[in-house]
């Protein structure tokens, strides 16, 4: 079962416009929620990210939300740029005796001049 | 500082063979970890570490060993090969006390 659910599998957005990209989880257990992007012919580099604990973290023009009532947390690019286009992973931290990361499979996001 | 470094960039296999995929750091992360990326499957966890000498395993572990004798190596074998294991394998790692992990390059792996 797909712990960690990307259901959006690409999104376009003019460029200077807001990016928004969505996740939805379903284990309770995830303490630590991550945003990945990605490349082509790169390995996924590290965004941002945001404790269970908290429902907003804020890094310049990326902002995470977390709702955790709806289990479901989103990214917010603010304004968006042509070299933003990219795939989105969203994942999550799960302790579970040691703890491991579950990933989404991923948002392709095209930013249009 | 070369980060997460893996070997080879690619590799082509025929049913039935061997090999190990290369992946080490020098970060000194205690934290290592290796995902298969297929097209619309994201990336799943394969098999994880959380220090020398402990692994686990992730999602999908079948046909896949690991090991971890040294902080800063992680080899991923293949044990039999199989054209289900045709994949981009990406190879991680993080320090204990942060969260986010660092990754390799890739290996693009075919198995005909």
């Known amino acids: 079962d797909q712990q960690v659910k990307q259901n959006s599998p690409s999104l376009s957005v003019q460029e200077g416009r807001i990016s928004i990209l969505n996740c939805d989880y379903t284990?309770?257990?995830?303490?630590?929620f991550l945003w990945y992007k990605k490349y082509p012919a790169e390995g996924p580099t590290f965004l941002i990210s945001?404790?269970?604990?908290?429902d907003k973290n804020e890094d310049g023009r990326f902002t995470v939300f977390l709702n955790k009532s709806a289990k479901h947390l989103s990214l917010h690019i603010v304004p968006s740029q042509p070299g933003d286009s990219a795939v989105y992973f969203c994942a999550a931290r799960v302790l579970s005796g040691t703890y491991k990361y579950i990933f989404g499979t991923g948002t392709r996001l095209k930013v249009l001049a | 500082n070369a980060g997460v470094t893996q070997t080879p960039k690619f590799q082509v296999l025929k049913t039935g063979q061997s090999m190990t995929l290369q992946c080490a750091q020098d970060?000194?992360?205690?934290?290592m970890s290796w995902y298969r990326q297929d097209p619309g499957m994201g990336l799943r966890l394969i098999h994880y570490s959380v220090g020398a000498g402990i692994t686990d395993q992730g999602e999908v572990p079948n046909g896949y060993n690991v090991s971890r004798s040294t902080t800063e190596d992680f080899p991923l074998r293949l044990l039999s090969a199989a054209p289900s294991q045709t994949s981009v394998y990406f190879c991680a790692s993080s320090s204990n006390t942060r969260y986010e992990q660092y990754f390799g390059p890739g290996t693009r792996l075919t198995v005909t």
């Open positions: 970060m000194n992360h205690e934290y």
């Open positions: 945001i404790s269970s604990i908290k």
């Open positions: 284990n309770s257990m995830f303490d630590y």
